[in-house]
């Protein structure tokens, strides 16, 4: 009966054993996967910033160009009201030299 236990007791440390081995080997498995992911995402993550330095500057520059249409606009706005005004001083010029020159 001792021979019986002892032989159990050492299939079940060998059974042990094995199973630690492939847990162990299943781990560095798990590891180097979770080691290739993070690689991976790593990767993913510096595109994306890149991209998104990208995307910053071009939105830098089109605002950069709508404040300056911006500041043209008012510039255009100011001169077109001037417009009528010297479209009446044009008229009443006319007027004048009409006037003058049937004298």
């Known amino acids: 009966m001792i021979e019986f236990q002892e032989l159990s007791k050492k299939s079940g440390e060998k059974n042990l054993t094995k199973q630690l081995e492939l847990e162990n080997g299943t781990k560095e498995t798990d590891d180097s996967q979770f080691i290739e992911r993070c690689s991976e995402l790593e990767k993913q993550m510096a595109l994306l910033n890149a991209r998104l330095v990208t995307a910053e500057e071009i939105v ?32 009443i010029q006319i007027s004048f030299f009409a006037v003058s020159g049937s004298l």
């Open 60 to 91: 830098n520059v089109k605002q950069a160009n709508n404040t300056e249409l911006k500041k043209e606009i008012i510039r255009l706005e100011k001169l077109a009201e001037t417009v009528p005004l010297l479209q009446a001083q044009v008229g």
